[in-house]
């Protein structure tokens, strides 16, 4: 029995991971939030727990990674909206501690991440790839992180830069596509927990990769395996592939 640890224990993933970690058979050590904090705060929590999962806000990363890396836990990061500082704290810790970080905790999408890697390396940029991504009204970043989990696989596949091959938020006289672009389109509204297409759309034919979140259990139950894996790892940067062998 694993203790882990939840970072942002308020929110709505917060309270579906201490969920998943008491049905997964763990015991759950204890949590923090901006709203409140429990067991003396993030510091106290890390000296308690085998493993911390964080699905917070990018602000309170940085303390977050300091108290883990005092206490030499494990941490599990699946909070969205970060940037390159942000990765460049992760790497600087991953020096001491396991580090699993990724914008989706599903297994289902970590699959589909690697269909998209598979299908981006066998056609050529004359296939356009395009990301549609559909949230409920409540999200507050785009495009969300598993569609640039995805865009990044599709870029891994083509052996190309990511940030330098994308097109987002076309408003007008965009032009035409440019050939070898990877699209972004994100939708918002209702309750939806997350879905995500792929398409790759060549010339009178389309491949679309598909997956349909119905409920934010399946990223605590994603995010709590990928705390059972992580713990007792040697320090370094993971991703969900290494959980799922893949």
Same mark, same amino acid.
């Given at each position: 029995?694993?203790?882990?640890?939840?970072? %942002?224990?308020?929110?709505?993933?917060?309270?579906?991971?201490?969920?998943?970690?008491?049905?997964?058979?763990? +015991?759950?050590?204890?949590?923090?939030?901006?709203?409140?904090?429990?067991?003396?705060? =993030?510091?106290?929590?890390?000296? =308690?727990?085998?493993?911390?999962? +964080?699905?917070?806000?990018?602000?309170?990363?940085?303390?977050?990674?300091?108290?883990?890396?005092?206490?030499?836990?494990?941490?599990?990061?699946?909070?969205?909206?970060?940037?390159?500082?942000?990765?460049?704290?992760?790497?600087?810790?991953?020096?001491?501690?396991?580090?699993?970080?990724?914008?989706?905790?599903?297994?289902?999408?970590?699959?589909?991440?690697?269909?998209?890697?598979?299908?981006?390396?066998?056609?050529?940029?004359?296939?356009?790839?395009?990301?549609?991504?559909?949230?409920?009204?409540?999200?507050?970043?785009?495009?969300?992180?598993?569609?640039?989990?995805?865009?990044?696989?599709?870029?891994?596949?083509?052996?190309?830069?990511?940030?330098?091959?994308?097109?987002?938020?076309?408003?007008?006289?965009?032009?035409?596509?440019?050939?070898?672009?990877?699209?972004?389109?994100?939708?918002?509204?209702?309750?939806?927990?997350?879905?995500?297409?792929?398409?790759?759309?060549? +010339?009178?034919?389309?491949?679309?990769?598909?997956?349909?979140?119905?409920?934010?259990?399946?990223?605590?139950? %994603?995010?709590?395996?990928?705390?059972?894996?992580?713990?007792?790892?040697?320090?370094?940067?993971?991703?969900?592939?290494?959980?799922?062998?893949?």
């Amino acid at each position: 029995m694993a203790r882990i640890g939840v970072i %942002g224990s308020e929110g709505r993933m917060g309270q579906a991971l201490t969920a998943a970690i008491a049905s997964g058979g763990h +015991d759950c050590s204890g949590g923090v939030d901006k709203g409140g904090v429990d067991k003396g705060g =993030v510091a106290a929590l890390a000296k =308690v727990s085998d493993a911390l999962v +964080d699905f917070s806000a990018p602000a309170a990363l940085a303390d977050t990674l300091a108290a883990a890396r005092a206490a030499g836990t494990a941490i599990v990061i699946g909070t969205t909206g970060l940037e390159a500082a942000h990765h460049a704290l992760i790497d600087d810790a991953a020096r001491q501690i396991a580090i699993l970080q990724t914008g989706n905790t599903s297994l289902g999408v970590t699959l589909l991440a690697h269909l998209v890697q598979e299908a981006a390396a066998r056609l050529g940029d004359d296939w356009d790839i395009e990301i549609v991504e559909m949230h409920h009204r409540m999200k507050v970043d785009a495009p969300s992180g598993t569609a640039l989990l995805l865009g990044a696989a599709a870029a891994e596949g083509r052996g190309i830069d990511l940030a330098a091959h994308s097109e987002r938020g076309r408003d007008g006289e965009t032009g035409a596509r440019q050939q070898g672009a990877i699209g972004f389109a994100s939708l918002r509204g209702g309750t939806v927990a997350g879905d995500h297409s792929v398409t790759f759309a060549g +010339d009178e034919e389309r491949i679309t990769l598909t997956h349909n979140a119905e409920n934010r259990m399946i990223f605590a139950r %994603g995010a709590v395996k990928a705390a059972e894996w992580l713990i007792g790892r040697d320090a370094g940067r993971y991703t969900m592939n290494d959980v799922l062998s893949l």
